[in-house]
């Protein structure tokens, strides 16, 4: 189940990048083409954009995959603690490798 869930949720995403980018840009978002008049944006044919809709039906169909994506992942795991574990449940080390011996080599005359 939750593997579906991220499939999809992973198609939203790149759909949602993809339609975010089709988008024209308005160029006044960081004070670009100066004035302070709307110009078009908040035109009923700006809003009504097919693009603007789409973008709004993905952005909202991916914050509802995040949050039960969200939810499954944590119903599904126990709550446990690093700190409630037992000594004897712990690993034991591994014995020290020993090293081959390193040949000597006889200084030269």
Do not use: W, Y
């Not at 790149?14 to 024209?24: D, E, K, M, P, Y």
């Not at 670009?32 to 009923?44: D, E, F, N, P, R």
């Not at 700190?83 to 020290?96: G, I």
Request: proline residues 6%.
């Amino acid at each position: 189940m939750i593997q579906v869930l991220l499939v999809v949720h992973l198609f939203l995403a790149i759909a949602l990048v993809g339609i975010v980018l089709l988008q024209r840009s308005e160029g006044g978002a960081l004070g670009m083409g100066g004035g302070s008049t709307m110009g078009g944006m908040m035109t009923t044919r700006g809003t009504a954009s097919l693009l603007t809709r789409a973008t709004a039906v993905l952005a909202a169909c991916f914050i509802a995959t995040s949050l039960a994506l969200a939810i499954l992942s944590s119903s599904n795991s126990e709550s446990t603690s690093i700190l409630d574990r037992s000594a004897t449940s712990l690993p034991k080390p591994a014995a020290p490798v020993s090293q081959p011996p390193v040949p000597t080599v006889p200084l030269g005359k």
